[in-house]
C-alpha cells in the first residue's frame, strides 16, 4: 500500500479560521457605527449652540430683533437673524435618534440681545438616554445646556 501526503488544512480548520477572521472584522464595525451615531448627536448639538450664539449676537450687533421658532410637529429649529441689515433663515432638522420636545419661540430684542420671555429648546436623544435642555439667563441672554438622564 502506498501512503500519500497530503499537506493542507481539513475543511474544519479552513471554516475556524474564516470564522475567526469574520469575528475580528465584524466586531470593530460594530461599535464604529456606534461611535458614528454619537458623534453625529453631538456635531448636530454643536450646531444648534453655534446657531444659538449667532442669532443673539446678530440682536445685539444688528440692532434688529432676531428670534428662534421651533417645531415639534415637523421637529426643526428656524433660526431668524440679521446680518448687514439682511434677514436670513436658517432651518436647523432635527433627525433620529434626536426629538425636539418644545413648542415655543424665543425673541433676542434688539441691542440688549435679551429674551422677551424665559422659555428653553427641549431636545431629547433616544440614543443616549437623556435629555438635552437649553436655557437663557435673563439679563445677559448667555445660553446655558444641561443634560439630564432618563
Known sequence: MKR???AG???IESLLVLLTITIFLAVPLISLKHWKEKIK???FLNQVE???Q???QSAIIEQHGTKISQSADSNFLKF???HHDVLYREFLYVEEPLNLRTIKTIEFL??????KEIEGIKIEDSLNKRNIIYTFQLGSGK???RDEKK
Do not use: K
Not at 434688539?110 to 429674551?115: F, L
Open 9 to 11: 488544512f481539513t475543511l
Open 110 to 115: 434688539p441691542g440688549s440681545g435679551n429674551i
Open 143 to 145: 445660553v446655558i445646556r
Open 54 to 56: 449667532q442669532t443673539h
Open 80 to 82: 431668524e437673524y440679521y
Open 41 to 43: 448627536v453631538e456635531m
Open 50 to 52: 453655534r446657531r444659538i
Open 4 to 6: 500519500t501526503n497530503n
